[in-house]
């Protein structure tokens, strides 16, 4: 039996910006973003956690890092890597951007699971990756893991930990360091928080 710590990176300058993020965009945390990891820190510090765990873009990387400073094993997981958005990464987002967005999460909400945006992820594969990592993670030692990963991973799994359809990924959404606690009792998954913010001084 184990309790998972999910949370998302820190705010980054793209985020501000609105400049799409995703797979292929190795960003680093801006000074709201690193405010929000000392934060987390601060109040998760004591936490007996047993390992830390990150995808392998640099914005998750530095949203734990006083974590792994204090001494915690290190595991890095491409399978945890942001969503690709394909073509339009690194653009900054427009209104023909966003339609396009909203198009496809419309079609991923109607379970068509294969529609993506040029050469990015559809949510097929998104679900199938994730899904890799959530058998690993039933693996892992340790009672406590802290994960980091990206906004879109944890809508995915979200709905993966709860064994719900791909298509109700589109209502879940996760601030900067916002927590998802899941307790797993060598069954399943059961939900205990979603995109807790109360670690940080004000809530955006």
């Known amino acids: 039996m184990k309790h998972l710590y999910f ?19 190795d960003s680093d945390l801006n000074s709201v973003g ?11 510090q004591q936490k007996d956690f047993d390992s830390v765990i990150t995808s392998t873009l640099k914005r998750t990387i530095q949203t734990v890092e006083p974590f792994i400073n204090s001494g915690l094993p290190h595991h890095k ?8 958005w394909g073509i339009y ?21 109607e379970g068509d699971y294969h529609v993506r945006i040029e050469n990015g992820d559809s949510a097929q594969e998104m679900g199938d990756r994730l899904n890799l990592f959530v058998q690993q ?12 990963t990206h906004g879109g991973c944890m809508a995915f799994l979200m709905t993966i930990l709860q064994n719900q359809p791909l298509s109700a990924m589109p209502q879940y959404r996760h601030a900067n360091t916002g927590l998802c606690k899941f307790w797993y009792d060598g069954q399943g998954f059961h939900l205990l928080l979603q995109n807790d ?8």
């Open 7 to 25: 949370i998302r990176h820190g705010q980054t300058e793209f985020n501000v910006k609105g400049i799409v993020q995703g797979r292929g965009v």
């Open 34 to 44: 690193k405010q929000q990891r000392d934060a987390f820190f601060e109040n998760y």
């Open 89 to 109: 990464e690194g653009k900054v987002a427009n209104k023909a951007l966003h339609q396009d967005y909203k198009n496809l999460i419309k079609s991923w909400g």
């Open 77 to 84: 997981y491409s399978e945890l890597d942001e969503i690709s």
């Open 137 to 148: 993670a039933k693996l892992l030692e340790g009672e406590n893991l802290l994960i980091c």
């Open 197 to 204: 913010t109360s670690h940080l001084p004000t809530t955006k």
